[in-house]
T-cell receptor, first 115, second 113 residues
């Protein structure tokens, strides 16, 4: 069965640079969630999209933006990178139309290292 | 605001022991609860999903129970093996909003041969 795809898997950037993370949800899933997991921390919700519209927003810095495209893939854009942005970034997809009991499926994550 | 707690933060046991991992949450208005496993530097592997209407779910040596009214879940691991060593996280999907997952801080399990 198809899973959530994230690219790139690893990314190294310098401070003040920009980064773009991509997420391709499971086919026919209508919702995408982004989570950030810092070293030794639990995953924290950043932002979510349902049917290409932002549905919820968590502790996402103003330097970050995200969108969901017509093919349902999502991109997380991160500008003016800081050392503290180094983390694992997870994308998850779900089928909200299937009911809130529907599971969220997680991608393998993108490891971002800011030097 | 939903808060998820896992105590203890770490556990070290000899191989073969039966284990109980605890998870508590403050808001009982949840849709479901998931248990994940995470190896160092790796992604999240979903172990069990238990719906709010269910009392327990089983997969192999794993059994998860849910007591929604008291805000508690336990993950039972039978006959632990060194390969079970990992961090175990529980996460709840709370009603309202986008139904995002709220995670606990995890419990680091070490099973010694």
């Amino acid at each position: 069965a198809a899973g959530v795809i994230q690219s790139p898997r690893h990314l190294i950037k310098e401070k003040r640079e920009t980064a773009t993370l991509k997420c391709y949800p499971i086919p026919r899933h209508d919702t995408v969630y982004w989570y950030q997991q810092g070293p030794g921390q639990d995953p924290q919700f950043l932002i979510s999209f349902y049917e290409k519209m932002q549905s919820d927003k968590g502790s996402i810095p103003d330097r970050f933006s995200a969108q969901q495209f017509s093919d349902y893939h999502s991109e997380l854009n991160m500008s003016s990178l800081e050392l503290g942005d180094s983390a694992l970034y997870f994308c998850a997809s779900s089928l909200v139309a299937g009911g809130p009991w529907y599971e969220q499926y997680f991608g393998p994550g993108t490891r971002l290292t800011v030097t | 605001k939903q808060e998820v707690t896992q105590i203890p933060a770490a556990l070290s046991v000899p191989e073969g022991e039966n284990l109980v991992l605890n998870c508590s949450f403050t808001d009982s208005a949840i849709y479901n609860l998931q248990w994940f496993r995470q190896d160092p530097g790796k992604g999240l592997t979903s172990l069990l999903l238990i719906q709010s209407s269910q009392r327990e779910q089983t997969s192999g040596r794993l059994n998860a129970s849910l007591d929604k009214s008291s805000g508690r879940s336990t993950l039972y691991i039978a006959a632990s093996q060194p390969g079970d060593s990992a961090t175990y996280l529980c996460a709840v999907r709370t009603q309202g909003g986008s139904e995002k997952l709220v995670f606990g801080k995890g419990m680091k399990l070490t099973v010694n041969p």
